[in-house]
């Protein structure tokens, strides 16, 4: 099946940085695209979502961004901080069901 | 109080032997889910529910069955457990979709199955 994949297994930030996880999807009818984030011995959090017809959508200090011509997404976290050091995932929805397909995931280390 | 709860949380176990996961959720959502995790991979569906009554296979059902005993239970079954089933196994509900679109999924803690 598809799948969707990640460019950068680890990614180390200085504390108030600014932090960008990549993420490259194949599956160009997938119709939401999510970010999840995973802390130790906790199971994934949603962070945000993003519909396929949109190409950016801000929360709390993150912000996501879809670039559908290249089938690629982006999670934006603004001033990192050390409580945001975990895995991050990127999974899209294939549509009805509700069924998620993640990506490997992107370790996001905060340094102090 | 946690809205989606597994146990046990970790599990050691036998080659050969049948192993019984279980989740409960007090959300109310009609749909649940069974995701397997490897170290360092994403999260692979298993098993999903619609509602009591709907069962489907996910991308790696082979060698896992499920239950659908209530609206708030959905238990995970190894009929006969192998090493290579080691793994993170976490469970998940949604509200039910309209039109196809996606609702968000609310993940359990996890439990931690090793088979020897």
């Known amino acids: 099946g598809e799948s969707v994949g990640l460019h950068l297994p680890t990614l180390s930030v200085q504390e108030g940085d600014n932090s960008i996880i990549n993420c490259a999807y194949s599956?160009?009818?997938?119709?939401?695209f999510i970010w999840y984030k995973q802390e130790s011995g906790k199971g994934p959090q949603f962070i945000i979502d993003i519909r396929s017809n949109m190409d950016k959508r801000q929360g709390q200090r993150v912000t996501v961004l879809l670039n559908k011509t290249v089938k690629h997404l982006s999670l934006q976290i603004a001033a990192t901080q050390p409580g945001d050091s975990a895995v991050y995932f990127c999974a899209e929805n294939e549509g009805y069901g509700n069924k998620l397909v993640f990506g490997a995931g992107t370790i996001l280390r905060v340094k102090s | 109080d946690a809205d989606v709860t597994q146990t046990p949380r970790n599990r050691i176990t036998k080659t050969g032997k049948r192993i019984m996961l279980e989740c409960s959720q007090t959300?109310?959502?009609?749909?649940m889910y069974w995701y397997r995790q490897d170290p360092g991979l994403g999260l692979q569906l298993i098993y999903y529910s619609f509602d009591v009554k709907d069962i489907n296979k996910g991308e790696i059902s082979d060698g896992y069955s499920v239950s659908r005993q209530a609206q708030a239970k959905f238990s995970l079954s190894l009929e006969s457990a192998i090493p290579n089933q080691t793994a993170l196994y976490f469970c998940?509900?949604?509200?039910?979709?309209?039109?196809?679109?996606?609702?968000?999924?609310?993940f359990g803690p996890g439990t931690r199955l090793t088979v020897l």
């Open positions: 599956n160009s009818a997938s119709d939401y």
């Open positions: 959300k109310g959502h009609d749909r």
């Open positions: 998940a509900t949604s509200d039910a979709t309209s039109g196809g679109h996606y609702n968000e999924q609310f």
